[in-house]
């Protein structure tokens, strides 16, 4: 059965400081795992990621994908308030099925 | 404007009693899918539609129909819905045959008596 893990559920960070949030999955013929951000509202994409090793980058935020070890990292560095949100991990099979994670809720506190 | 349009933003309903949530985009995407919601639980995928008339169930179909008549449209019906589909749904599309994100709709927020 095709599952997808995210750590840790929750944290709370000071403005400033570096987040590192964490996706494992198994799953059968993987075509890409992908990084959406919630707030309270319908999620938006952040990253698409299909090939091991190359570092996507948007701003503060990046992430890296290894499909050896079968996990994927999203880091936000100088955390602001507006990355307060639910960051949900989601895989995705070559038949088009989704799987996601129940995703990590961040508070960034001023 | 490119988007994915969901209706009813808000539905109250009663136990068994039949409902229809549409979903419709302008974006000539392929492919469509209903996610439901749950505190705890991220989004789970209920149904899918790779194209017209080829549907595929997700993880969670129980209780639940699709449809895929048209290429823009793909309503969600709940026959007869219970207490346990009370949830947020959100409705997401895509171009199939590449790798593309989902476009989600802003989510139908279903509470069942």
């Known amino acids: 059965e095709d599952k997808v893990v995210q750590s840790p559920l929750s944290l709370v960070v000071h403005e400033g400081d570096t987040v590192t949030l964490n996706c494992s999955y198994e799953v059968t013929n993987f075509r890409s795992l992908l990084w959406y951000k919630q707030e309270k509202k319908a999620p938006t994409f952040l990253f698409m990621l299909t090939s091991s090793g190359i570092e996507k980058k948007s701003g503060r935020l990046s992430s890296i994908l290894d499909k050896k070890e079968l996990f994927s990292i999203l880091n936000i560095t100088a955390t602001q308030t507006g990355d307060s949100a639910i960051y949900l991990c989601a895989v995705e099979n070559s038949w088009g099925k989704f799987q996601f994670g129940a995703g990590t809720q961040v508070v960034v506190t001023p | 404007e490119a988007q994915v349009t969901q209706n009813p933003r808000y539905l109250i309903t009663v136990t068994g009693k039949k409902l229809t949530v549409t979903c419709s985009q302008n974006m000539n995407h392929e492919y469509m899918s209903w996610y439901r919601q749950d505190p705890g639980l991220g989004l789970r995928q209920i149904y899918y539609?790779?194209?017209?008339?080829?549907?595929d169930k997700g993880d969670v179909p129980e209780g639940y129909k699709v449809s895929r008549k048209e290429k823009r449209n793909f309503p969600l019906i709940l026959e007869s819905p219970s207490p346990n589909q009370t949830s947020l749904y959100f409705c997401a599309s895509r171009t199939s045959g590449s790798l593309n994100e989902q476009f989600f709709g802003p989510g139908t927020r279903l509470t069942v008596l």
């Open positions: 539609s790779m194209n017209v008339e080829v549907t």
